[in-house]
């Protein structure tokens, strides 16, 4: 089984900072990808950054260049540093880890959730 457990949520005014870490109670290493996603209240969850194993990174338009996502594989965290910070980036924030396995020729993702941090910016 496997745990992940963000913490750094906080509240911060427009253009503060604040740094979600997601801890694994497996080697990150073992994942194909980690992904943070948000949700606000009423809204779907949505992906904002997605490291996958080899370090590539993705994200969403709306945090480019203001969020970035790393990982430090010796302490199996994961970490969003996200930088003027803006009303609209106030959602519940969930890291997700992902397993691909193979059943035949079909390939599933294996996901996993943390419970979230909330993270909330005034104006």
């Known amino acids: 089984q496997v745990q992940l457990v963000e913490s750094g949520g906080a509240s911060v005014q427009a253009g503060g900072s604040l740094r979600l870490s997601c801890a694994s109670s497996?080697?990150?290493?073992?994942?194909?990808?980690m992904s943070w996603y948000r949700q606000a209240p009423g809204q779907q969850r949505d992906a904002v950054a997605t490291?996958?194993?080899?370090?590539?990174?993705n994200y969403t338009a709306s945090v480019l260049g203001r969020f970035t996502i790393s990982r430090d594989n010796a302490k199996d965290t994961v970490y969003l540093q996200m930088n003027n910070l803006r009303p609209e980036d106030t959602a519940v924030y969930y890291c997700?880890?992902?397993?691909?396995?193979?059943?035949?020729?079909?390939?599933?993702?294996?996901?996993?959730w943390g419970l979230g941090t909330q993270v909330t910016v005034s104006s």
């Open positions: 490291i996958t194993r080899a370090f590539r990174t």
């Open positions: 497996r080697s990150i290493s073992s994942f194909d990808s």
């Open positions: 997700n880890a992902v397993i691909q396995t193979n059943k035949g020729w079909q390939r599933f993702n294996n996901h996993y």
